[in-house]
């Protein structure tokens, strides 16, 4: 069973600045991480290869700096990384970054499931995986939380909704989403790292992938018209009282004023 897994790398949130005057966000140099969504991804990907035998694959979306994050994979016993990477993939919307990866999945051909985080840290779309699976026409199911059984070109997995979940039977091919309750990732070993270091990562560019940049990079659909850092919270307000009584007494008259409750 071959599973390829949709990794991005992603700058440190916490770097991350955002620049009014130019009207865009401005990203921190350094070499960044593996989405942590896709860190269950991947792990249950793993998984699935200990269990059932076949490959497992790192496809990715990204420039040079992405080979880090692809080797921190390769370190943790994935068997092949594949970087989709051309200038003209610049400036892709989501969608365009499905259709990237769309075109990288055709040419890879063997694949039983695609495997993604639920949603990146950076951009929180969620909205690649399916854009992937629409592309492939293929099923999708998003937002798994467990996968019960793969057998017989069928996947039995637990998709979670607001109310709990719904357990959902796939044909093989499909595109999973992850959430972090699916399990909990490895870290990799030093003699994985020093593995992954001599592993080669295949390249595609737009042209080895028949792309033509007609709807991918500066030609998406989403054309970003503002940015604008969040709103500072407001300032929170400490009731005061001699009693806890007197207290919720308060908090309670606030809540009914303000037509809380
Ligand atoms: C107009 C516009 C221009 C943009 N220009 C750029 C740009 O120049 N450079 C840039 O880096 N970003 C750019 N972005 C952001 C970029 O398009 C998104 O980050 C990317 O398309 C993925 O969307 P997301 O982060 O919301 O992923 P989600 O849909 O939230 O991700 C869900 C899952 O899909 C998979 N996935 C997501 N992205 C990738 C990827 N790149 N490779 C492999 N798997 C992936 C992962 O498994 C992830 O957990 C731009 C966005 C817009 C709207």
């Not at 401005?26 to 035998?53: C, I, M, S, Y």
């Not at 939380?145 to 719904?166: C, L, N, P, W």
């Not at 592993?199 to 992938?209: N, R």
């Amino acid at each position: 069973m071959d599973v390829v897994i949709l990794i991005k790398q992603v700058p440190e949130i916490a770097l991350i600045k955002v620049d009014e005057t130019a009207n865009e966000v401005v990203l921190p140099q350094g070499p960044g991480t593996v989405n942590p969504f896709d860190e269950f991804a991947v792990e249950e990907g793993l998984r699935l290869k200990e269990k059932h035998g076949g490959k497992c694959i790192v496809m990715s979306v990204g420039t040079d700096r992405t080979e880090s994050a692809l080797r921190n994979c390769l370190a943790l016993g994935v068997d092949e990384a594949y970087l989709l990477s051309d200038e003209a993939f610049n400036g892709s919307d989501p969608q365009a970054t499905g259709k990237i990866l769309t075109a990288g999945l055709k040419k890879l051909a063997t694949y039983d499931l695609v495997l993604a985080g639920k949603q990146a840290i950076d951009s929180d779309s969620a909205q690649v995986p399916g854009a992937v699976a629409a592309g492939l026409d293929i099923p999708q199911a998003m937002f798994v939380k467990k996968i019960e059984s793969v057998a017989d070109s069928k996947a039995v997995v637990y998709r979670t909704t607001e109310d709990g979940f719904d357990v959902v039977e796939l044909n093989l091919p499909a595109v999973i989403s992850v959430v972090k309750e699916i399990n909990e990732p490895r870290l990799p070993s030093l003699k994985g790292k020093m593995a992954a270091k001599k592993k080669q990562i295949t390249k595609w560019s737009a042209s080895d992938l028949g792309l033509d940049g007609n709807e991918i990079g500066a030609n998406s659909g989403t054309k970003t018209t503002k940015v604008a850092p969040p709103p500072p919270r407001p300032k929170g307000e400490i009731i005061e009282g001699d009693t806890p009584e007197e207290v919720a007494d308060k908090l309670f008259s606030k809540l009914r004023d303000n037509q809380v409750i």
